[in-house]
């Protein structure tokens, strides 16, 4: 019920290409999802967020695809460039009160975009 | 620059010593938190701090403590750590726990246990 399902765990893809990550969930209580962007030693950054009445956002090259019947998002990176080469979390929040707005993270995805 | 200051950046300590984390955010937040990332594991949310009150402890070992003493700071104590303790340790911070508001997050401290 509270994991949320990341895939692939790795991408490569050729620049000026189209990056997809996907993440799936369970647990219906879930309100706000938001994408993290990860470089080597640094802390995550808030890239984009949705919710779940949305069903697509989209900054720039990045596009959030929602579909809340299927419990499933996922992250489009538009012109992928070599600066794109991070690791991306996608996670969900519990809005049920007792969980405290817990964030619930996917494992990652380790894209390297090849010049 | 994120606003969240992590120290120190790396930290080796034998499974003996006591040591602690310290973070700090400029960012006027009233949430902290405190996350384990290991290598192929999702971060693993370990304790949270809303207005100075902890309103979450995942299941953490004791030898993990947390202190608040004020919304700018943020402490983990460890004491008497285990080799599996060795991972990245993020803190982040938000403007409250309950609301959509994003977690802004430092760059972390390594940890590493001999």
């Known amino acids: 019920q509270q994991q949320v399902k990341q895939s692939p765990q790795s991408l490569i893809v050729q620049k000026g290409g189209i990056s997809i990550i996907n993440c799936a969930y369970e647990?219906?209580?879930?309100?706000?999802f938001p994408w993290y962007q990860q470089f080597p030693g640094k802390g995550p950054a808030l890239l984009i967020a949705i919710r779940p009445d949305v069903s697509e956002k989209k900054e720039g090259r990045f596009t959030i695809s929602f579909n809340k019947s299927a419990k499933q998002f996922s992250l489009h990176i538009m012109d992928s460039q070599p600066g794109d080469s991070a690791t991306y979390f996608c996670?969900?929040?519990?809005?049920?009160?007792?969980?405290?707005?817990?964030?619930?993270f996917g494992q990652g995805t380790e894209l390297s975009v090849k010049p | 620059e994120t606003g969240v200051t992590q120290t120190p950046r790396h930290l080796v300590m034998g499974m003996t010593n006591k040591k602690s984390l310290k973070c700090e955010q400029h960012l006027g937040h009233n949430a902290m938190y405190w996350y384990k990332q290991s290598a192929k594991k999702p971060l693993e949310l370990m304790f949270v701090y809303n207005f100075k009150e902890q309103t979450e402890n995942n299941s953490v070992p004791s030898r993990f403590s947390p202190e608040c003493p004020n919304s700018s700071h943020l402490f983990l104590h460890l004491h008497t750590l285990q080799p599996e303790d060795s991972a990245l340790y993020l803190c982040?911070?938000?403007?409250?726990?309950?609301?959509?508001?994003?977690?802004?997050f430092g760059d972390g401290t390594r940890l590493s246990i001999l």
């Open positions: 996670a969900a929040r519990d809005a049920a009160y007792n969980q405290g707005g817990k964030l619930i």
């Open positions: 982040a911070s938000s403007r409250d726990a309950y609301s959509n508001q994003p977690q802004h």
């Open positions: 647990n219906t209580a879930f309100d706000y």
